[in-house]
C-alpha cells in the first residue's frame, strides 16, 4: 500500500482515541485505552512516539504538553486499510468481501439501512459518493 505506514492493531487502537477526542496528551490516550484492557503508560507513550516517527500521528507543544493528533482522517486511513485488505484477500472483488462481512457478523438495522443507501447511490442513475470510482 502506497503513502503512510499500515497502523498495527495497539497503533489502531490509538488512532481510534486520536479521531474520538481529538488532540490528546499521552495521559489522555493512556487512560481511555486503559479501559478495558492493561496498558503500561511507558507503553503508550513508546508507541505514540513511534506513530510520530512513521508518520502516523504529529506532535506538538502545547502550553508544557505534547499532544498528539493522527495524521490522516478516520476516513483516509479505514479507508486504505479496507483497500488493502480487498486487494491482498479478496482479489478486489467488493461482493467477496461484503458477503463474508455479512456471512461472518450479523449486521444491525442501521448498518442494513446504510448498506442499502450504499448499494442504491450505485445503481445506473444513483449518484455515487466519494471514493466509489472503483
Known amino acids: 500500500m502506497a503513502g503512510p505506514r499500515k ?16 488532540p490528546s496528551t499521552v495521559r489522555e490516550v493512556h ?31 502545547h502550553r508544557g504538553q505534547h499532544l498528539y493528533r493522527p ?3 478516520e476516513q483516509e486511513t479505514l479507508g486504505r486499510l479496507v ?4 486487494d491482498r484477500a479478496f482479489g478486489g472483488s467488493t461482493s467477496k468481501l461484503v458477503v463474508h462481512a455479512l456471512n461472518n457478523r450479523r449486521a444491525s ?19 455515487k459518493g466519494k471514493g466509489d470510482e472503483r
Open 7 to 22: 497502523p498495527t492493531d495497539a497503533q489502531l487502537a490509538i488512532l481510534q482515541v486520536l479521531w474520538e477526542r481529538g
Open 31 to 61: 487512560d481511555a485505552m486503559s479501559t478495558g484492557r492493561s496498558v503500561a503508560y511507558t507503553t503508550t507513550l513508546k508507541t505514540l512516539q513511534v506513530m510520530t516517527e512513521q508518520g502516523l500521528t504529529t506532535r506538538e507543544d
Open 71 to 73: 495524521r490522516h482522517a
Open 83 to 86: 483497500t488493502d485488505l480487498l
Open 109 to 127: 438495522a442501521e448498518e442494513l439501512r446504510e448498506i442499502r443507501r450504499l448499494l442504491a447511490s450505485q445503481s445506473p442513475g444513483g449518484k
